[in-house]
Nanobody, 120 residues
Framework: VQLVESWGGLVQPGGSLRLSCVAS????????MSWYRQAPGEERELVAA???????TNYADFVKGRFTISRDNTNSAYLQMNSLKPEDTAVYYC???????????????WGQGTQVTVSS
């Protein structure tokens, strides 16, 4: 099982990025998905989660109205990030779990992460 994140990078404050997570070795359509982030010296924290059917989502308060989690039937999940702030700088990870729910604190599979840096 492998999850691979991509499309992180350097962006100016107020800009946008769309992260993607591609899975291999499992059918992502059967798994709840989430995005976490970890800034230097900080603990890993939930950013957003989405249910198997996409009908339920869970967002951290600090991204509500700015970030959108989504998924499709190509074994991929996405995180659209708008109005980015310097404090959004972190390594972003995608994670998957078999129907743990969008409020789960335990995710079975993790990617290696992609760096997002918000700076002018």
């Amino acid at each position: 099982v492998q999850l691979v994140e991509s499309w992180g990078g350097l962006v100016q404050p107020g800009g946008s990025l769309r992260l993607s997570c591609v899975a291999s070795g499992l059918f992502l359509s059967s798994y709840d998905m989430s995005w976490y982030r970890q800034a230097p010296g900080e603990e890993r924290e939930l950013v957003a989660a989405i249910s198997v059917d996409g009908g339920s989502t869970n967002y951290a308060d600090f991204v509500k109205g700015r970030f959108t989690i989504s998924r499709d039937n190509t074994n991929s999940a996405y995180l659209q990030m708008n109005s980015l702030k310097p404090e959004d700088t972190a390594v972003y990870y995608c994670a998957a779990d078999f129907k743990g729910g969008v409020y789960s604190r335990s995710w079975a599979y993790w990617g290696q992460g992609t760096q997002v840096t918000v700076s002018s």
